[in-house]
Nanobody
Framework: QVQLAESGGGLVQAGDSLRLACAASRGTFSRYAMAWFRQAPGKEREFVAMISRPGTTRLYSDSVKGRFIISRDNDKKTVYLQMGSLKPDDTAVYYC????????????????????WGQGTQVTVSS
């Protein structure tokens, strides 16, 4: 099972940009669909974005569509989340997650479908 470690979180101002990275170790990264979720204080974990194994399919939540971009580098075993036009509502702990899957699997936005998780990285957006 792949092990995941997020980095890149921090404190930024509204309107700023930030790029998160999630590095994988162990396992075969290219066999995993990858996703980002986030959890704000007092709220449930919510889907942010996902990317298929070859990177040809990308899905976004409505709240981040047009502002965030998910990408991956299978050679570097890393998935990224480029966040732009950040808002205070984007404040949360961001988690990357991996789902070991076949190449033709349908994409999923459900946290329960992902079997590997990182520890999370805090993103705080001040107004």
């Amino acid at each position: 099972q792949v092990q995941l470690a997020e980095s890149g979180g921090g404190l930024v101002q509204a309107g700023d940009s930030l790029r998160l990275a999630c590095a994988a170790s162990r396992g075969t990264f290219s066999r995993y669909a990858m996703a980002w979720f986030r959890q704000a204080p007092g709220k449930e974990r919510e889907f942010v974005a996902m990317i298929s194994r070859p990177g040809t399919t990308r899905l976004y939540s409505d709240s981040v569509k047009g502002r965030f971009i998910i990408s991956r580098d299978n050679d570097k075993k890393t998935v990224y989340l480029q966040m732009g036009s950040l808002k205070p509502d984007d404040t949360a702990v961001y988690y990357c997650a991996g789902k070991h899957t076949i190449l033709t699997a349908l994409p999923t936005t459900s946290a329960g479908d992902y079997d590997s998780w990182g520890q999370g990285t805090q993103v705080t957006v001040s107004s």
